[in-house]
């Protein structure tokens, strides 16, 4: 008899999806050059953050996706109920994270909007299409018990009429359906590489974005600079091309200058790489 038991654990789809959510948030952070974010090249705009601090924050939110997941398929449906059991879930998830990080916020966002895609992917896991708008219905139902503090997301609507996260979620991933994923296959199918069409993925969810890490840290300023930087990167042939490289190295340096990292760009992405890999079939 073996000391070890070496038989592979059979992964329920709960399992399956809480490894999908902390994947795509791994490969997000180690993706790089990224303008002013946490990669393997620093910590881009950030002084409290790093990248082993993303992937172990990243690792500590795995029992949170899977028990968002598990409340999915037990519930069976979208409603208050469910609502109200991940925004349980996602704070208990969010203090895990503190607990890891020593208070450093490495992921609220991205609990967020993978806690959101995780529960619908559990309920309905077909395509992008559907994922995304069981999400919007759970983002748009109002969880009785969650706190209201004003974080710097608030503090940013007040100051310039921004949604931000909430409403991204609410209107059903548009970043990500209708730039990221397009742009993630076009680069592809041109044969950019995977890094590139992460990359550019990235770029096309930073053209529009309003994100409110930039508005909080760098004002409009910072958040044109952000849009037209992107656009400029993907004008001149994407991450792929001398020309679209050198563009991406002015935008990291002008962010860095202005200390806007475009942090809710990158949660972005990482939702991006979870919906691309449920629509692969690769779960
Ligand atoms: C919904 C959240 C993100 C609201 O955030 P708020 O607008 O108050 O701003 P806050 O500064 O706390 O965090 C915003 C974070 O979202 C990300 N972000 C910023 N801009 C955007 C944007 N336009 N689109 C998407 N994400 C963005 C960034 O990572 C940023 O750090 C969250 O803090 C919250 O209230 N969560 C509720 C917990 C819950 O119910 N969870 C269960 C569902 S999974
Ligand atoms: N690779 C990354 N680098 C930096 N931020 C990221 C990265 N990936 C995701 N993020 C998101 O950016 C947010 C962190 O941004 P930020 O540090 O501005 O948070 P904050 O707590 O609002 O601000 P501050 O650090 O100024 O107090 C997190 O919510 C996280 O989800």
């Given at each position: 008899m073996h000391a070890l038991n070496l038989q592979p654990k059979t992964l329920t789809l709960a399992d399956r999806l809480a490894d999908l959510a902390v994947d795509a948030l791994i490969d997000e952070a180690d993706l790089?050059?990224?303008?002013?974010l946490v990669d393997r090249r620093g910590n881009g705009a950030h002084t409290d953050l790093h990248l082993g601090l993303m992937h172990a924050s990243a690792l500590s939110l795995w029992p949170a996706f899977k028990e968002m997941a598990e409340a999915a398929i037990e519930f069976g449906e979208v409603g208050l109920p469910l609502r109200e059991a991940l925004g349980r879930i996602g704070r208990e998830g969010e203090q895990a994270m503190l607990a890891t990080t020593s208070g450093?916020?490495?992921h609220r966002g991205a609990i967020w909007a993978l806690g959101l895609l995780v529960a619908a992917a559990a309920l309905e896991n077909t395509n992008a299409s559907a994922v995304t708008l069981y999400a919007a219905r759970l983002a748009l139902?109002?969880?009785?018990?969650?706190p209201r503090p004003l974080s710097h997301g608030a503090q940013v609507a007040q100051r310039y009429g921004a949604r931000g996260a909430r409403e991204e979620a609410q209107l059903g991933f548009p970043s990500v359906l209708h730039r990221a994923l397009p742009q993630l296959h076009r680069s592809r199918a041109l044969g950019h590489g995977e890094q590139n069409a992460r990359l550019d993925a990235l770029l096309a969810i930073m053209t529009q974005l309003a994100d409110t890490c930039v508005l909080y840290r760098a004002g409009e300023q910072g958040l044109q600079t952000m849009q037209r930087g992107a656009q400029a990167v993907l004008d001149a042939g994407?991450?792929?091309?001398l020309g679209g490289r050198r563009r991406l190295h002015e935008l990291d340096e002008q962010l860095i200058a202005l200390n806007a990292s475009p942090g809710g760009a990158a949660d972005l992405l990482a939702a991006c790489l979870f919906i691309d890999r449920i629509e692969s079939g690769a779960f």
């Open positions: 790089s050059p990224k303008p002013a450093v916020n490495t139902l109002d969880d009785r018990f969650a994407g991450s792929a091309s």
